[in-house]
């Protein structure tokens, strides 16, 4: 053997001894993905994702239920949605002469076409307010480039809050700067990236929620923020954060699309969504979309944290895993039905399981096959919009059914689900632009919640579905009005009753605690056991858009929350005043 030889052998000896140290997720994913990148395939549109917000997808939303049937190109129930679809769904609205539109209808109409004009650039006409030439060429972007063999898009994104509340001595203020990338390389590779830099003071009931959500000791308290990752302490009571997300995303073929990178998802048509939410930090994540007509399958694979108790800062964050299939049938032009199932695991050893890779099979038999106590949940979801103004929707979370637990005991804590059911009336009593949404939600006490760490239904100490957690119910109520194109109101009012644990038993609220640790009892359990926790949320916002994407908000707050227990009350007025660009408005409803 020559000594070149003896090299490339030490080199693979050592390429195989590295990808041994780094199993956060198997390389051989991510080398499948890069090979079917370079890969010699027909090339098919790589459109990026729409970045999630409700108020942009709640546009998307209203149109559907207008148009009087689903959309043959992205299925509402799972989200974030391509560009290119909501493309499509524009062009078959404006198609329709049977659809009665206004002007602000058609205002909207156009502010979703200007932002994804690259996929419709020939019915998108050049802006008329131009900066140096070169710049804001399109409203939506600060600079683009465009040739056979690129396409680039850049935009800074940037907000600011500044606001005040009564329940603290402490002003109410963010700041965040930053830059959002896209685009498509050689037709064939879409990509996305986005990142900020963020200081700011939240509110009180906020702080409470999101600070020391874990102290790992008095020196290093975790602090960590909804939708975000670890964040750093400035001052007293501030924090100091960046924003991160990425991904990467190609068709191998027409019918399956590709996506990896570093973000969140949502499965759900509500404000709420007891499947998965967007209400945790963003996640890596590998995900594989087929579309088949009226079904869509969706596979996710995602590398999450367990922040093990007593972690030091020094220390690593254990890995965890969740493997999610979801498959969405449109059953007529109205009715839409999703089956969802996901397997929450983790090892000592940080590996992930390969078994686990299988896109079409039940992970339940899998659970069984390894005798694994992996956490598995089922779910269904239900959409059916009609008369062109409601859209009516429904999930059901099942969290490790046995049949003795269900139908044997009363109350048992093992009795474990979730349930959700919401209405929505588009151009609501006949007034024009006016909507309106009434949202249930109630989950069983333990739901979510397992052994350890490892297998819970959590990343980085925050839920993977509601932020209540379980133990809970919840009324919503939703008002959007826009009276001009420029201006919309948004008024939330939310009640909700939360059964709280004491400094010892566990009465299962707490997803981060362990099912078995101090259970007050086995059997009658009931919703709001505990400590009870009253919590009424009244909210209302104006958001006045300038220019394209570039917002004017004021908002005005009043939450009281009630106890039993003194340390428990809690009641907060705020009034907040801001403006932010390329940038959804920060959600903190709860």
């Keep these: ?94 198609a329709d002469r049977t659809l009665p539109l206004n ?15 690259e996929w419709s650039a020939d019915k998108t006409p050049m802006s008329q307010k131009r900066f ?24 800074p994104v940037t907000h600011l809050i500044l606001g005040t509340e009564n329940s603290s001595k402490d002003y109410l203020w963010l700041t965040a700067r930053g830059v959002e990338l896209r685009g498509v390389v050689g037709k064939k590779l879409g990509f996305y990236t986005y990142v900020t830099d963020t200081q700011g003071m939240f509110g009180k009931y906020v702080r409470d929620y999101t600070l020391n959500v874990r102290e790992i000791n008095l020196i290093y308290p975790l602090y960590v923020v909804p939708g975000e990752s670890l964040v750093k302490s400035i001052r007293t009571n501030g924090v100091d954060f960046i924003s991160a997300r990425g991904y990467v995303t190609a068709n191998p073929i027409k019918q399956i699309n590709l996506q990896f990178g570093h973000d969140r998802h949502i499965i759900g048509s509500g404000y709420r969504s007891l499947l998965l939410s967007d209400w945790s930090s ?94 598995a949940l089922l779910g269904v979801d239900f959409r059916w919009n009609f008369l062109r103004h409601f859209g009516f929707y429904s999930q059901f979370m099942l969290d490790e059914f046995k049949t003795s637990e269900y139908f044997g005991k009363n109350g048992s804590w093992g009795k474990k689900y979730a349930f959700q059911a919401g209405l929505k009336y588009v151009d609501a009593l006949g007034v024009k632009n006016l909507d309106l949404q009434a949202e249930f939600n109630a989950v069983r006490p333990f739901t979510y919640s397992h052994k350890n760490g490892f297998n819970n239904y959590v990343h980085y100490d ?106 428990q009350n809690l009641n907060t007025t705020l009034a907040t005043f801001g403006f932010r660009l390329n940038l959804p408005y920060r959600q903190q409803v709860f």
Excluded at 34 to 52: E, R
Excluded at 133 to 150: A, G, I, L, M, T
Excluded at 475 to 480: S, T, Y
């Design 282 to 375: 963003p996640y890596l994540f590998l995900k594989m979309t087929t579309q088949l007509g009226r079904f869509q399958y969706t596979n996710l694979w995602a590398g999450m944290l367990y922040n093990q108790v007593g972690r030091r800062p020094e220390e690593p964050v254990n890995k965890k895993f969740a493997a999610i299939h979801h498959l969405s049938i449109n059953l007529s032009k109205n009715i839409n039905i999703g089956i969802f199932e996901a397997e929450m695991f983790g090892r000592e050893n940080n590996r992930f399981d390969l078994n686990y890779l299988n896109p079409i099979i039940f992970y339940r038999y899998l659970e069984t096959y390894l005798g694994s106590s992996d956490n």
């Design 462 to 567: 925050l839920p993977l579905a509601h932020p209540l957690g379980a133990n809970f119910w919840e009324v919503i109520g939703l008002l959007r009005y826009q009276p001009t194109r420029r201006l919309t109101v948004y008024g939330t009012f939310t009640q909700s009753k939360r059964g709280v644990d004491s400094d010892v038993w566990n009465y299962g609220g707490n997803i981060n605690r362990p099912y078995d640790e101090f259970r007050v009892r086995d059997v009658g359990n009931f919703i709001g056991q505990g400590t009870p926790v009253n919590t009424t949320f009244t909210d209302l916002r104006l958001s006045y858009m300038l220019r394209h994407n570039f917002f004017i908000d004021g908002r005005l707050m009043m939450r009281r929350q009630q106890s039993t227990v003194a340390a």
């Design 1 to 94: 053997m020559s000594f070149r030889q003896l090299l490339l052998l030490k080199s693979v000896h050592k390429h195989r001894r590295d990808t041994e140290k780094r199993p956060y997720l198997p390389l051989t994913v991510f080398n499948c993905f890069l090979l079917l990148l370079i890969s010699k395939t027909p090339s098919f549109s790589q459109s990026q994702y729409v970045p999630l917000n409700d108020d942009y997808y709640h546009l998307i939303d209203r149109f559907e239920i207008r148009r009087g049937r689903l959309s043959e190109d992205f299925h509402i129930g799972v989200k974030p949605f391509q560009r290119t679809a909501v493309i499509s769904l524009l062009d078959s609205i404006e």
């Design 103 to 117: 002007d602000i209808d058609f205002f909207n109409l156009r502010y979703l076409r200007q932002d994804n004009w």
């Design 132 to 155: 140096l030439k070169r710049f804001y060429e399109r409203p939506s972007d600060f600079y683009y480039v465009r040739n056979k063999d690129f396409d680039l898009h850049l935009s």
